[in-house]
């Protein structure tokens, strides 16, 4: 989950891009599980900026994304999300219970460990439940644990729910929204009590916890259907904060770098992505947010060949979008805005064929999957036609269109 300052390795001396896909297995990375022991700050500090042993080409692939940890490097430049971490950090220092709203894939779980590591409380545990992925005959046994012989297949010693497991430090629920309503009348006893009673004991057990929930989901809405206990919602809503989602921050540019120099562990510049790329990144409204930024930059690192990012290293939705850089990057080549429109419809011994082609391509946005499937041919069949018929296949330059019957539009 993620937002977003984007924190990646520092660059290990690569020079160049072209060493990239070697230098993946060279990176150093912040380890993705917490200690068995609470870290000092100091060793958390040495931990951050160590050299750790290469990683075998076996290990690269399957890593996992870095979490974000440095909460005034989540906010980054953006002025919003500055507000929303001051914000953040004044509550966490009262101990005042947060609620993180915001689209699938914005962050929020980054932002509550970032909290975390920020608070008092940082040396101790930050436990973390998902709500939605709980089932729930055993979501009562996961929160609040149970005694021995609690219940059949107990485990022989009992075993600690996740708010005794959090006790001093930070108790996430992730997608509380989706929590069921008998469970929530318990949470709302030990919110009010500061007590926890597991399955079986015949005494509750006092605890101490920071609480931090997150949801997609409109609280308000559930409580007027009657899923989400309005009690509650006051409990856990002591300071709400609301991440904005991907597309309305202004410093994408800065997370797409910060995700770059992760995945290639080198320093990222702006060189290593090519200008028309840039359009396509910035312009796309990444509906599925950090997550799916994550996704697209991963896959655009593994799959590119050259020494930076082209726009035929992105994956198709990002061809397919239908965002305002398709106004201004619209693939045809300079060559063919230069001709007369004349000589391109009646010029040569194919003036229909090229005119079907072109609609095919224009009407596919030019991806040549979709073009080829409509012209019924095969992808390298219509790269062949594209090479006959005199049409380059140019993505990356803004150029005046010709439409099919001929004449000319500005793109």
Same mark, same amino acid.
């Given at each position: 989950?993620?937002?977003?300052?984007?924190?990646?390795?520092?660059?290990?001396?690569?020079?160049?891009?072209?060493?990239?896909?070697?230098?993946?297995?060279?990176?150093?990375?912040?380890?993705?599980?917490?200690?068995?022991?609470?870290?000092?700050?100091?060793?958390?500090?040495?931990?951050?900026? @160590?050299? #750790?042993?290469?990683?075998?080409?076996?290990?690269?692939?399957?890593?996992?994304?870095?979490?974000?940890? =440095?909460?005034?490097?989540?906010?980054?430049?953006?002025?919003?999300?500055?507000?929303?971490?001051?914000?953040?950090?004044?509550?966490?220092?009262?101990?005042?219970?947060?609620?993180?709203?915001?689209?699938? %894939?914005?962050?929020?779980?980054?932002?509550?460990? @970032?909290?975390?590591?920020? #608070? @008092?409380?940082?040396?101790?545990?930050?436990? &973390?439940?998902?709500? &939605? #992925?709980?089932?729930? #005959?055993?979501?009562?046994?996961?929160?609040? %644990?149970?005694?021995?012989?609690?219940?059949?297949?107990?485990?022989?010693?009992?075993?600690?729910?996740?708010?005794?497991?959090?006790?001093? %430090?930070?108790?996430?629920?992730?997608?509380?929204?989706?929590?069921?309503?008998?469970?929530?009348?318990?949470?709302?006893?030990?919110?009010?009590?500061?007590?926890? *009673?597991?399955?079986?004991?015949?005494?509750?057990?006092?605890?101490?916890?920071?609480?931090?929930?997150? *949801?997609?989901?409109?609280?308000?809405?559930?409580?007027?259907?009657?899923?989400?206990?309005? =009690?509650?919602?006051?409990?856990?809503?002591?300071?709400?904060?609301?991440?904005?989602?991907?597309?309305?921050? $202004?410093?994408?540019?800065?997370?797409?770098?910060?995700?770059?120099? =992760?995945?290639?562990?080198?320093?990222?510049?702006?060189?290593?992505?090519?200008?028309? &790329?840039?359009?396509?990144?910035? $312009?796309?409204?990444?509906?599925?947010?950090?997550?799916?930024?994550?996704?697209?930059?991963?896959?655009?690192?593994?799959?590119?060949?050259?020494?930076?990012?082209?726009?035929? =290293?992105?994956?198709?939705?990002?061809?397919?979008?239908?965002?305002?850089?398709?106004?201004?990057?619209?693939?045809?080549?300079?060559?063919?805005?230069?001709?007369?429109?004349? $000589?391109?419809?009646?010029?040569?011994?194919?003036?229909?064929?090229? *005119?079907?082609?072109? @609609?095919?391509?224009?009407?596919?946005?030019?991806?040549?999957?979709?073009?080829?499937?409509?012209?019924?041919?095969?992808?390298?069949?219509?790269?062949?036609?594209?090479?006959?018929?005199?049409?380059?296949?140019?993505?990356?330059?803004?150029?005046?269109?010709?439409?099919?019957?001929?004449?000319?539009?500005?793109?």
């Amino acid at each position: 989950m993620g937002v977003s300052g984007y924190s990646g390795p520092q660059s290990r001396g690569a020079s160049s891009a072209a060493s990239h896909k070697k230098a993946v297995r060279q990176e150093t990375d912040m380890p993705t599980s917490l200690p068995d022991q609470p870290l000092a700050d100091s060793q958390i500090h040495a931990a951050s900026t @160590a050299v #750790s042993p290469p990683l075998s080409p076996r290990c690269a692939p399957g890593r996992q994304a870095p979490r974000y940890r =440095d909460i005034d490097q989540l906010a980054g430049d953006d002025a919003l999300m500055q507000a929303l971490v001051e914000r953040g950090k004044r509550l966490i220092e009262r101990g005042i219970p947060v609620l993180i709203l915001g689209q699938t %894939g914005t962050g929020k779980e980054y932002l509550s460990r @970032a909290l975390h590591d920020y #608070s @008092a409380r940082r040396q101790a545990g930050w436990i &973390a439940v998902n709500c &939605a #992925s709980i089932p729930e #005959s055993l979501a009562e046994s996961e929160l609040f %644990g149970y005694c021995k012989g609690a219940f059949s297949g107990a485990l022989p010693g009992g075993m600690k729910g996740k708010v005794q497991q959090a006790d001093g %430090g930070t108790l996430f629920l992730d997608e509380i929204g989706d929590m069921p309503l008998a469970l929530q009348t318990r949470l709302l006893r030990v919110l009010s009590e500061r007590e926890v *009673t597991p399955l079986g004991a015949l005494r509750p057990v006092p605890v101490d916890v920071q609480l931090i929930c997150a *949801t997609h989901q409109d609280l308000p809405s559930l409580i007027a259907q009657g899923r989400f206990r309005e =009690d509650l919602y006051y409990r856990i809503a002591g300071g709400v904060l609301r991440l904005p989602a991907l597309r309305e921050r $202004a410093d994408l540019r800065r997370l797409v770098l910060q995700m770059m120099a =992760d995945e290639l562990g080198v320093q990222a510049d702006e060189q290593l992505i090519a200008p028309a &790329a840039w359009q396509r990144l910035l $312009a796309y409204p990444w509906p599925g947010n950090l997550r799916q930024m994550h996704a697209v930059i991963r896959y655009s690192c593994a799959v590119m060949n050259g020494t930076r990012i082209e726009v035929s =290293d992105l994956p198709e939705e990002l061809m397919q979008s239908q965002g305002p850089v398709l106004a201004q990057v619209h693939p045809l080549a300079p060559r063919m805005a230069e001709r007369p429109p004349s $000589a391109v419809v009646t010029g040569g011994p194919w003036p229909d064929e090229r *005119t079907r082609v072109i @609609a095919a391509l224009n009407g596919s946005r030019w991806n040549i999957s979709a073009a080829s499937r409509q012209l019924g041919m095969c992808r390298a069949s219509l790269y062949r036609k594209l090479r006959q018929l005199d049409i380059p296949h140019v993505r990356d330059q803004g150029v005046r269109v010709m439409d099919t019957m001929g004449t000319y539009a500005a793109a």
